[in-house]
Nanobody, 115 residues
Framework: QVHVVESGGGLVQAGGSLRLSCAASSSRFNVNGMGWYRQRPGEQREFVARITSGGATDYGDSVKGRFSISRDRAKPTLYLQMNNLKPEDTAVYYC?????????WGQGTQVTVSS
């Protein structure tokens, strides 16, 4: 059984920072990749950042230069360091873990950025 759990969301002032965490586990499989997505109310879920099993990263255009994704290879645990936050970053952030060729999603964590 696969479990994906996000944490670290909250309320921050514009220009501030926040660090999200995602713990993913499976009793049967090793994770192949992990990433972050976000969804604003009434909008489609959008890509934020991802990291491959080899450590390569990429980012959505709206967060480049401000967000940084990293991973603890031992657990695994995924992190998203968010700096210089803007009100438009307000969204529910979801962690995605890939086991085999299937996607597993966490419950989401709310990030709210005040102006």
């Amino acid at each position: 059984q696969v479990h994906v759990v996000e944490s670290g969301g909250g309320l921050v002032q514009a220009g501030g920072s926040l660090r999200l965490s995602c713990a993913a586990s499976s009793s049967r499989f090793n994770v192949n990749g992990m990433g972050w997505y976000r969804q604003r109310p009434g909008e489609q879920r959008e890509f934020v950042a991802r990291i491959t099993s080899g450590g390569a990263t990429d980012y959505g255009d709206s967060v480049k230069g401000r967000f940084s994704i990293s991973r603890d290879r031992a657990k695994p645990t995924l992190y998203l360091q968010m700096n210089n936050l803007k009100p438009e970053d307000t969204a529910v952030y979801y962690c995605k873990a890939v086991y085999g060729n299937r996607d597993y999603w966490g419950q989401g964590t709310q990030v709210t950025v005040s102006s």
